[in-house]
């Protein structure tokens, strides 16, 4: 968490967020008004939100990393929109720690160079849009962060990702594997895409893949920016 986010918590009358999200931050919620739901109810939580701001509140909407990664941001605006309120509902986006970088930094230094970041979520993008993405950043030799990678009902887009992968990079690519990053019950796994999926990677997982370039060297992955030493 970011200290901005630390503070904005703080100063809220009312706080929306995905009910676990909200449980991650109990310690800090004390007395103040809080509105959560479950998975699949964004657009609940995000009206909800503007009610509250609309009724004059200070309203602080959680998002799990950074709010304008596959965050709440981006519906929050949309929706404001749609009701013609953007110019009459003052909005801030803090930025947040996103899973891409937490994660990095518990590896090593995996994304020093050019990266991709693309969900395996099927919700709400179809996975043909998902597989083409996937495709068109191993072709390119990125740097591959995969967030929600699977789900107890959702684990054979983890292993069509790592087909796609094994297509265009080496078996012996560097994987990193990071569950709950940065929180409590953190798991670090260090492989390669030969053996990646003889790790657990859930929904609380983000693995990075390699480049042509990344190494493992002495219990860190560097992917090395260029420089001649």
Not at 70 to 85: C, F, K, P
Not at 188 to 201: N, Q, R, V
Request: charged share 25%; with cysteine; aromatic share 6%.
């Amino acid at each position: 968490m970011s200290a901005r986010a630390l503070e904005a918590l703080q100063s809220a009358d009312v706080i929306v967020g995905y009910k676990t999200y909200i449980d991650l931050i109990k310690d800090l919620i004390q007395d103040r008004k809080v509105i959560s739901t479950g998975m699949t109810r964004e657009k609940e939580r995000c009206a909800a939100a503007i009610e509250q701001a609309a009724a004059g509140h200070r309203v602080a909407v959680v998002s799990s990393g950074d709010p304008g990664v596959y965050g709440m941001a981006g519906l929050i605006l949309e929706m404001l929109e749609a009701r013609d309120q953007l110019k009459t509902t003052p909005v801030k986006i803090i930025p947040g720690i996103t899973s891409a970088t937490a994660s990095a930094a518990r590896l090593g230094a995996p994304l020093m160079h050019d990266f991709a970041v693309i969900s395996l979520s099927d919700l709400l993008t179809p996975w043909e849009t998902i597989e083409k993405r996937l495709v068109a950043a191993a072709r390119a030799d990125f740097v591959i962060v995969l967030y929600n990678p699977a789900s107890k009902k959702r684990d054979w887009q983890i292993k069509k990702a790592r087909e796609i992968c094994l297509y265009y990079k080496a078996p012996t690519t560097p994987v990193g594997i990071v569950k709950n990053a940065a929180r409590e019950d953190e798991e670090i796994y260090i492989t390669d895409l030969s053996g990646m999926l003889d790790y657990p990677i859930d929904m609380l997982t983000t693995v990075i893949v390699g480049n042509r370039s990344t190494r493992r060297v002495e219990g860190f992955i560097i992917t090395p920016r260029g420089y001649v030493l």
